[in-house]
């Protein structure tokens, strides 16, 4: 099992690597034959009148799939604590919906939407000035549901993968009334009629703005 670890606003010592090091190993002893690589980010933030200032993330590839958790508190060994429980049970739930796998129909793991022709409003684009980071990770293709499933183990707002139907790049978010939205590319093959589904990227604004996500 590969495991990197990286640190920002923090130095990574000989000793922490090692607290951190004991702490995945456990998390993931029972998963390794499911787990490919290991990435653990630790930070502290600036502003030393946060409560809960000190994060540690952690992400786990696996062989098909990418399993997220973070934690923060006031002491960042503690974060650790957390993360790593809190990884472990993500681990064991994705193990077990590998094993009761039941596919769904399309149509039943997302709900049709209303065609919205503005996307934007009278919002403005607005575009970060600097790449600050970037992931590279594996998109093997996948129904639906399975990337509701992903997203739901990840722990973000939106998750982005290769429709197995389509062969295209989809983006499946989750909505904020309830319920699960896709974004789906207008190609010619449609004749220029947007796709009922794209009406996810509305969603008020959170899921994506002229392809640039609010949450990364």
Same mark, same amino acid.
């Given at each position: 099992?590969?495991?990197? *670890?990286?640190?920002?606003?923090?130095?990574? +010592?000989?000793?922490?690597?090692?607290?951190?090091?004991?702490?995945?190993?456990?998390?993931?002893?029972?998963?390794?034959?499911? #787990? /490919?690589?290991?990435?653990?980010?630790?930070? !502290?933030?600036?502003?030393?009148?946060?409560?809960?200032?000190? +994060?540690?993330?952690? #992400? *786990?590839? +696996?062989?098909?799939?990418? !399993?997220?958790?973070?934690?923060?508190?006031?002491?960042?060994?503690? %974060?650790?604590?957390?993360?790593?429980?809190?990884?472990?049970?993500?681990?064991?739930?994705?193990?077990?919906?590998?094993? @009761?796998?039941? %596919?769904?129909? #399309?149509?039943?793991?997302?709900?049709?939407?209303?065609? &919205?022709?503005?996307?934007?409003?009278?919002? #403005?684009?607005?575009?970060? /000035?600097? &790449? !600050?980071? /970037?992931?590279?990770?594996?998109?093997?293709?996948? @129904?639906?549901?399975?990337?509701?499933? =992903?997203?739901?183990?990840?722990? =973000?707002?939106?998750?982005?993968?290769?429709?197995?139907? /389509?062969?295209?790049?989809? !983006? *499946?978010?989750?909505?904020?009334?309830?319920?699960?939205?896709? *974004?789906?590319?207008?190609?010619? =093959?449609?004749?220029? =009629? @947007?796709?009922?589904?794209?009406?996810?990227?509305?969603?008020?604004?959170?899921?994506?703005?002229?392809?640039?996500?609010?949450?990364?």
């Amino acid at each position: 099992m590969k495991l990197v *670890i990286q640190g920002k606003n923090i130095e990574i +010592t000989e000793s922490l690597h090692e607290y951190v090091r004991l702490k995945v190993e456990k998390a993931v002893n029972h998963f390794q034959a499911l #787990t /490919t690589e290991v990435d653990v980010h630790l930070s !502290v933030a600036r502003n030393p009148r946060m409560a809960s200032s000190q +994060t540690a993330e952690v #992400t *786990i590839y +696996t062989n098909d799939s990418v !399993v997220r958790a973070e934690e923060s508190s006031e002491s960042l060994y503690a %974060s650790i604590d957390l993360v790593a429980d809190k990884i472990s049970r993500q681990l064991r739930k994705y193990k077990e919906k590998r094993r @009761s796998h039941v %596919s769904v129909k #399309t149509a039943e793991a997302v709900a049709i939407e209303p065609v &919205v022709s503005d996307l934007i409003g009278d919002r #403005t684009p607005a575009l970060p /000035t600097e &790449v !600050v980071r /970037t992931k590279y990770f594996a998109m093997p293709p996948m @129904s639906i549901q399975e990337a509701q499933e =992903h997203l739901e183990m990840v722990g =973000h707002d939106f998750y982005m993968f290769c429709n197995a139907e /389509t062969g295209e790049i989809n !983006v *499946i978010y989750e909505r904020n009334h309830g319920g699960f939205g896709v *974004i789906q590319p207008r190609n010619s =093959h449609n004749n220029g =009629h @947007s796709h009922p589904n794209e009406a996810a990227a509305h969603n008020n604004g959170k899921a994506v703005r002229n392809g640039t996500s609010v949450r990364a």
